[in-house]
C-alpha cells in the first residue's frame, strides 16, 4: 500500500545517506528479517551490498537453492553461498548432548561467517573494502537483548544470524530495527518478496540440528527433510472450511522431528525395522507458551501415509499434542 510505498523510499534514501559509496556485508539466513533487510539494502545500494549466506547443511529441503534463486536470480544481488556442509556435520560427529550441538553450530557459524567478512573486509567485491556489517535486527529484539532475553537463554542458548558478535570492526547497519515483525512482513511484500516466504514460520538458527534427536547424522538429516517437506505441503494445501485459510497460515510453527529410534513395521509380506518421526504443529502469539494444534484427522492422516510411502527408512508416524510449557515448541 502507499503508507508502505513511502516507507520503503524514505528507508533507501536512510541507507543510501549512512552508507554513501561504501560497501556492506550482510549474513543472510533464508529467515524473514535477514531477507527483508537484504532486500532493502539492495534496493537502496545494489552492488555495494554482498550478502553471505552459510549454509550449514541443516536446511530444510532445496533451501540453499531457493535463496540463491531469490536474492541472486530474481533480485541480482551479490551472494556469497558458503558451502559447510561438510566443516558442520564433521564437527558435531558423535555429539548427542542438545546444548553442546547448539554450542558447535552457533560457534561454526560465527567462525565461518567471519572469515567471509573479513576477505570481504579486506578487499570488497571492489577496490575498496567492505566497511559495514548489515544484520536484520528488529524491534522486538532491540527490547529483548535489553533484559528479558537473559531467561530464555539459560533455558536453550540461542543462535541466529543476527547475534554474531561486533568483533569484526565493522560499523552496524540495522533498518529494521523500528520495525515490528507484522511491519518487516508488509515491507517485504512491498520490496516485491514472495508472499509464501515473508509469511513463513519461523526457522531456528541451528536448523534441524535441534530437530534431528541425539547425534546429527547426513542421513537422518536426508530423510527429515523429506518428511518435512511433506508435512508443510500438505499443511499449506489443506483449507478449513470455517476460515478459508491453509492449515499452515492457522498454525505458528509445524515441522518434523526425527527420532533415532526404530520400530517394527510391516510392508507387503516383509517385516520392517525403521525410524519414527513425530509431526509437530503449534498455536501461539508470542512462542513462550503455545498450544498444540488441533489439526484435522483427515489432514494427519495424509501426511501420515504420504511420509511412510515416500520416504524410505521411516516406517512410523506420531503426532506431539505437548503443549508449552512444560514442553518447549522445539524437541532440543
Ligand atoms: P522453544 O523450543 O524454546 O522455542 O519453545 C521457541 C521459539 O524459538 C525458536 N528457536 C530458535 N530460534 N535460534 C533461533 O533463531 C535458536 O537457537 C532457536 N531455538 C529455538 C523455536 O523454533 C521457536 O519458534
Redesign the pocket.
Known amino acids: 500500500d502507499w503508507i508502505m510505498g513511502n516507507y520503503v523510499d524514505e528507508a533507501v534514501a536512510r541507507i543510501r545517506e549512512q552508507v554513501g559509496d561504501e560497501e556492506v556485508i550482510l549474513g543472510l539466513s533464508g529467515g524473514v528479517d535477514s531477507s527483508v533487510a537484504a532486500a532493502l539494502i539492495h534496493r537502496a545500494i545494489g552492488d555495494q551490498l554482498t550478502c553471505v549466506f552459510v549454509d550449514h547443511g541443516l536446511l530444510r529441503l532445496n533451501e540453499g537453492q531457493m535463496v540463491m534463486d531469490m536474492f541472486a536470480g530474481r533480485l541480482h544481488a551479490k551472494v556469497v553461498h558458503v558451502q559447510a556442509q561438510a566443516q558442520f556435520l564433521g564437527h558435531l560427529q558423535g555429539v548427542t548432548d542438545p546444548e553442546q550441538k547448539?554450542k558447535i553450530i552457533g560457534r561454526e557459524f560465527v567462525e565461518v561467517f567471519q572469515a567471509e567478512a573479513a576477505k570481504l573486509k579486506a578487499a570488497g567485491t571492489g577496490a575498496k573494502g567492505a566497511k559495514w556489517l548489515a544484520q536484520g535486527t528488529i524491534y522486538p529484539d532491540v527490547v529483548e537483548s535489553g533484559g528479558t532475553a537473559s531467561k530464555?537463554a539459560t533455558?536453550?542458548?540461542?543462535?541466529?544470524v543476527g547475534g554474531l558478535p561486533a568483533t569484526l570492526g565493522l560499523k552496524l547497519l540495522e533498518p529494521l530495527r523500528e520495525l515490528f515483525k507484522d511491519e518487516v512482513r508488509e515491507l517485504g511484500v512491498a520490496l516485491g518478496l514472495p508472499h509464501d516466504m515473508v509469511y513463513r514460520h519461523?526457522?531456528?538458527?541451528?536448523g534441524l540440528g535441534?530437530r534431528i534427536l541425539g547425534e546429527v547424522k547426513p542421513e537422518f538429516a536426508a530423510l527429515l527433510q523429506r518428511a518435512d517437506a511433506i508435512f508443510i505441503d500438505e499443511l499449506r494445501a489443506a483449507i478449513d472450511p470455517a476460515t478459508g485459510k491453509s492449515w499452515y497460515d492457522l498454525t505458528s510453527?509445524a515441522f518434523v522431528v526425527f527420532v533415532p529410534v526404530k520400530s517394527v513395521g510391516v510392508m507387503g509380506d516383509g517385516r520392517t525395522y525403521e525410524h519414527v518421526v513425530a509431526l509437530r504443529a503449534v498455536q501461539t502469539s508470542d512462542?513462550m507458551t503455545?498450544d498444540w494444534a488441533e489439526l484435522p484427522y483427515s489432514l494427519l492422516k495424509k501426511v501420515s501415509s504420504r511420509i511412510i510411502n515416500e520416504v524410505r527408512g521411516i516406517n512410523r508416524v506420531t503426532y506431539d499434542v505437548s503443549s508449552?510449557p512444560p514442553a518447549?515448541?522445539?524437541w532440543e
Do not use: D, L, W, Y
Open positions: 547448539r530464555k533455558i536453550k542458548s540461542h543462535h541466529n519461523p526457522f531456528p538458527g541451528p535441534v510453527q512462542f503455545a508449552k518447549t515448541i522445539e
